[in-house]
């Protein structure tokens, strides 16, 4: 059984700090790359962050340069994604994702997706 789930969201308010977790298990976390997506009300989902399976940055969504960092630890098959200076166009749901992935059971599966987690940014 392969699972991802995220915690970590919730209120702040603009210029707040929040940290997302995603716990993984049924394969090989140490073996692949992860990403943050995120899905605001009435807009289409869009990719975050993207970190190798070594710790190497794959990249940022434009408007989180510099505020938002994503890491993980293999050793506790999590990802991180940091969240500085929030503001309030940061509100949605964030969820954690595994592309092209191998299971433990040995399934191929295209792509992993966590249940999610809410951010609201406001005042």
């Known amino acids: 059984q392969v699972l991802l789930v995220e915690s970590g969201g919730g209120l702040v308010q603009p210029g707040g700090s929040l940290r997302l977790s995603c716990l993984a298990s049924g394969f090989t976390f140490s073996g692949y790359g992860m990403r943050w997506y995120r899905q605001a009300p009435g807009q289409e989902r869009e990719l975050v962050a993207s970190i190798t399976s070594t710790g190497h940055t794959g990249g940022y969504l434009d408007s989180v340069k510099g505020r938002f960092t994503i890491s993980r630890d293999n050793a506790r098959r999590t990802v991180y994604l940091q969240m500085n200076n929030l503001k309030p166009e940061d509100t949605a749901v964030y969820y954690c994702?595994?592309?092209?992935?191998?299971?433990?059971?040995?399934?191929?599966?295209?792509?992993?997706w966590g249940q999610g987690t809410l951010v609201t940014v406001s005042s």
């Open positions: 994702n595994a592309p092209a992935i191998y299971s433990d059971n040995g399934e191929r599966l295209l792509e992993v």
